[in-house]
């Protein structure tokens, strides 16, 4: 049955027939009223005695009174979760093509080819436990992903009269499910990169398609698809702060096959989460790249005004030669190329964002000002490798030394702020060198995130 062509609504009123011979055998009708006066018509039928036929009709009536009655009965849940998905979840203010997809993934390749056959009626906690069990037995994070599309479409089931109560509901996976607390933020320290491993990366980085793109990520921590979005306007130049209020991606609002060819996944749209709609400070070596990078755009932008391919000023930071985005295969591509000649294991981009924050916990950075700089409101950030604080600390503190010599200064009112704000031994010894001469150097991530935090305390 297709849900797109039944009305669903709750019935407003209802009349149950008398109990009367149906083909050789006893049964009853139902007729349920709608709002809109329109009736629907259901047979009990099929008792061998009349007895049991009554004993039905009451059951029947006490459902039609408690608004528990079934009106659709042979509704399966492939066709529920497909109607779910797209008229409720892709509908939904502020669900991101990312999290569509997730969902469906998980709806066609998991739960249907378990469920989908069944009816929702006939749906219970049995088959629900089942699936649970056979998810987490294989995989890790979907047993987490298919727990709340079962929960939230089966109560939705149950809000329009297709179930009698939700199955899903109190069920909880089977032991031996992976937990990841919510706001949590679980980094492997294994799966990022050290300091001189960074340095090395960026200087290998430097004439590559994706120079900016790794700069981004390893000391400003954003996101590929953050990096994809940012444009020259979002940069305010006179006190170097970038502003990060969209990404490039997958559009639920626009229909595909209505945009230009090679544009579906390079769709502008809004960051993440709220909190991911942030400003911060841009590393002053990030900041020089930038300015060299925006003469490269406007060369191009001059020389590249008539022929076949004119060039598009789309006004992106990290753009082709002819001002059009980045793909994110294309990304991949360049990236993996690029580890593979610094020699360097392999870790994923998004990992790159991992080891910016490796760094910063290393040097004690304030979590709320890490978590506010990533782009998350509440986060707790651990590691599955670090267990030690304190080492760790104290481990950060002997590597800042060799640090500061390669780092870029801010001006002076950014040290004043400094002077006034921080207390931490390594933070003073950064600020008495300030006055020696200090060679420009590859990285700034600590002494930005530094002034970062001094404006937290100082609130």
Same mark, same amino acid.
């Given at each position: 049955?297709?849900?797109?062509?039944?009305?669903? =609504?709750?019935?407003?009123?209802?009349?149950?027939?008398?109990? !009367?011979? %149906?083909?050789?055998?006893?049964?009853?009708?139902?007729?349920?009223?709608?709002?809109?006066?329109?009736?629907?018509?259901?047979?009990?039928?099929?008792?061998?005695?009349?007895?049991?036929?009554?004993?039905?009709?009451?059951?029947?009536?006490?459902?039609?009174?408690?608004?528990?009655?079934?009106?659709?009965?042979?509704?399966?849940?492939?066709?529920?979760?497909?109607?779910?998905?797209?008229?409720?979840?892709?509908?939904?203010?502020?669900?991101? *093509?990312?999290?569509?997809?997730?969902?469906?993934?998980?709806? +066609?390749?998991?739960?249907?080819?378990?469920?989908?056959?069944?009816?929702?009626?006939?749906?219970?906690?049995?088959?629900?436990?089942?699936?649970?069990?056979?998810?987490? +037995?294989?995989?890790?994070?979907?047993? =987490? %992903?298919?727990?709340?599309?079962?929960?939230?479409?089966?109560?939705?089931?149950?809000?329009?009269?297709?179930?009698?109560?939700?199955? #899903?509901?109190?069920?909880?996976?089977?032991?031996?499910?992976?937990?990841?607390?919510?706001?949590? !933020?679980?980094?492997?320290?294994?799966?990022?990169?050290?300091? +001189?491993?960074?340095?090395?990366?960026?200087?290998?980085?430097?004439?590559?398609?994706?120079?900016?793109?790794?700069?981004? *990520?390893?000391?400003?921590?954003?996101?590929? @698809?953050?990096?994809?979005?940012?444009?020259?306007?979002?940069?305010?130049?006179?006190?170097?702060?970038?502003?990060?209020?969209?990404?490039?991606?997958?559009?639920?609002?626009?229909?595909?096959?209505?945009?230009?060819?090679?544009?579906?996944?390079?769709?502008?749209?809004?960051?993440?989460?709220?909190?991911?709609?942030?400003?911060?400070?841009?590393?002053?070596?990030?900041?020089? +790249?930038?300015?060299?990078?925006?003469?490269?755009?406007?060369?191009?932008?001059?020389?590249?005004?008539?022929?076949?391919?004119?060039?598009?000023?789309?006004?992106?930071?990290?753009?082709?030669?002819?001002?059009?985005?980045?793909?994110?295969?294309?990304?991949?591509?360049?990236?993996?190329?690029?580890?593979?000649?610094?020699?360097?294991?392999?870790?994923?981009?998004?990992?790159?964002?991992?080891?910016?924050?490796?760094?910063?916990?290393?040097?004690?950075?304030?979590?709320?000002?890490? #978590? #506010? @700089?990533?782009?998350?409101?509440?986060?707790?950030?651990?590691?599955?490798?670090?267990?030690?604080?304190?080492?760790?600390?104290?481990?950060?503190?002997?590597?800042?030394?060799?640090?500061?010599?390669?780092?870029?200064?801010?001006?002076?009112?950014?040290?004043?702020?400094?002077?006034?704000?921080?207390?931490?031994?390594?933070?003073?010894?950064?600020?008495?060198?300030?006055?020696? @001469?200090?060679?420009?150097?590859?990285?700034?991530?600590?002494?930005?995130?530094?002034?970062?935090?001094?404006?937290?305390?100082?609130?």
């Amino acid at each position: 049955m297709d849900l797109n062509k039944i009305k669903l =609504r709750a019935y407003v009123d209802y009349r149950v027939g008398n109990v !009367i011979k %149906i083909k050789g055998k006893f049964g009853f009708r139902v007729t349920v009223i709608f709002d809109d006066m329109e009736e629907k018509e259901s047979q009990h039928s099929g008792f061998a005695k009349k007895e049991e036929a009554e004993k039905e009709r009451n059951h029947v009536i006490a459902q039609l009174h408690d608004k528990k009655y079934v009106v659709y009965k042979n509704i399966k849940v492939e066709e529920l979760l497909t109607y779910w998905l797209e008229n409720i979840i892709r509908s939904k203010e502020g669900v991101s *093509a990312c999290t569509y997809n997730t969902y469906k993934n998980c709806i +066609e390749k998991h739960i249907i080819p378990e469920l989908g056959k069944l009816t929702l009626v006939k749906l219970n906690q049995g088959h629900i436990s089942k699936l649970y069990k056979k998810l987490v +037995e294989k995989y890790s994070s979907i047993p =987490r %992903i298919a727990k709340p599309i079962l929960n939230t479409s089966l109560e939705f089931a149950l809000s329009k009269n297709l179930i009698t109560y939700n199955p #899903a509901e109190g069920l909880n996976l089977p032991k031996g499910a992976k937990k990841v607390p919510y706001h949590e !933020i679980v980094i492997d320290e294994s799966k990022t990169y050290a300091l +001189e491993q960074v340095k090395h990366l960026i200087k290998v980085a430097k004439d590559t398609r994706i120079y900016l793109y790794i700069l981004f *990520a390893l000391l400003m921590g954003l996101r590929k @698809s953050e990096i994809s979005g940012i444009k020259y306007t979002d940069i305010d130049y006179e006190n170097r702060t970038l502003k990060i209020e969209r990404q490039l991606g997958r559009s639920l609002e626009v229909d595909e096959n209505e945009i230009a060819p090679k544009t579906r996944t390079k769709q502008e749209i809004d960051v993440k989460t709220p909190a991911s709609n942030r400003v911060e400070k841009i590393p002053n070596f990030l900041f020089s +790249e930038i300015l060299e990078e925006r003469k490269k755009y406007e060369k191009n932008r001059s020389r590249r005004q008539h022929g076949r391919w004119v060039f598009q000023d789309m006004d992106y930071i990290c753009c082709s030669s002819y001002g059009r985005p980045r793909s994110t295969t294309y990304i991949y591509t360049h990236y993996k190329k690029l580890i593979e000649e610094a020699g360097l294991p392999y870790i994923r981009f998004h990992d790159l964002r991992h080891t910016y924050t490796t760094l910063l916990m290393k040097n004690d950075i304030n979590q709320k000002a890490i #978590a #506010a @700089s990533l782009g998350h409101s509440k986060s707790i950030i651990t590691f599955d490798v670090y267990t030690d604080k304190q080492a760790l600390i104290e481990g950060g503190v002997e590597e800042i030394d060799a640090f500061i010599d390669e780092v870029h200064p801010y001006d002076s009112e950014d040290i004043q702020i400094l002077k006034e704000n921080m207390e931490r031994k390594f933070c003073i010894d950064w600020l008495n060198l300030y006055g020696k @001469s200090i060679e420009k150097g590859i990285l700034q991530v600590i002494c930005c995130m530094l002034f970062f935090y001094g404006k937290e305390k100082s609130r």
